[in-house]
């Protein structure tokens, strides 16, 4: 672990942790281009580290990665999910092993994969505490040094921006409920 995920867990669960918006956990460095242009939608996507899509990419798909660089579609009605700026097929959400959070909608998807933060969970401890205690209990695990978002994650980064959205959103939807 370098240097961010070092920082105080009240700077870490707000997502302010990351130097230069990159967190500590992603240690590759290749000379590719930090963005790529999505060739199915459009969307200008952010590089993702080799071992996080070798990771995530069901077994029976792991015949098509290559050893060129990858980039994660944020596009969330794009099927990519991984892709390069070479001339090999895409991964798409069939050939992951996890839902991906950018791409489904639903409450059992995960904001969180390496402590098992899904929306519905998130949602729910709100609605039964008025409040959520997610990403500071991220915040510590991370400190602790047990968050493995690198691999666990399909962006390859930390997910407390997620998590925060997340919470946001159901705090909003819980006041606008009220009004």
């Not at 980039?71 to 798409?92: A, D, G, L, M, R």
């Not at 996890?98 to 609605?127: G, H, L, M, P």
């Not at 994650?153 to 919470?167: S, T």
Request: aromatic residues 6%; charged residues 25%; neutral net charge.
């Amino acid at each position: 672990m370098n240097t961010c995920c070092t920082s105080p867990i009240e700077t870490i669960a707000s997502d302010k942790h990351k130097e230069n918006d990159v967190c500590c956990l992603l240690t590759a460095k290749t000379p590719a281009p930090v963005t790529a242009i999505c060739p199915v939608s459009g969307t200008s996507s952010k590089k993702v580290q080799h071992r996080t899509v070798e990771h995530l990419v069901r077994s029976e798909k792991r015949d098509v990665i290559q050893n060129v660089q990858y980039y994660y579609c944020t596009e969330p009605t794009c099927k990519v999910v991984y892709f390069s700026n070479e001339n090999f097929p895409h991964i798409t959400t069939d050939d992951v092993r996890v839902k991906v959070f950018t791409k489904d909608s639903s409450d059992d998807v995960n904001a969180c994969y390496c402590f098992d933060w899904t929306r519905s969970r998130i949602k729910d401890e709100i609605i039964h505490t008025g409040k959520s205690t997610a990403s500071l209990q991220i915040a510590k695990e991370i400190k602790a040094g047990n968050c493995t978002c690198d691999i666990k994650n399909p962006k390859g980064e930390c997910c407390l921006g997620d998590v925060n959205g997340v919470v946001k959103e159901t705090v909003s939807n819980k006041i606008l409920e009220r009004t």
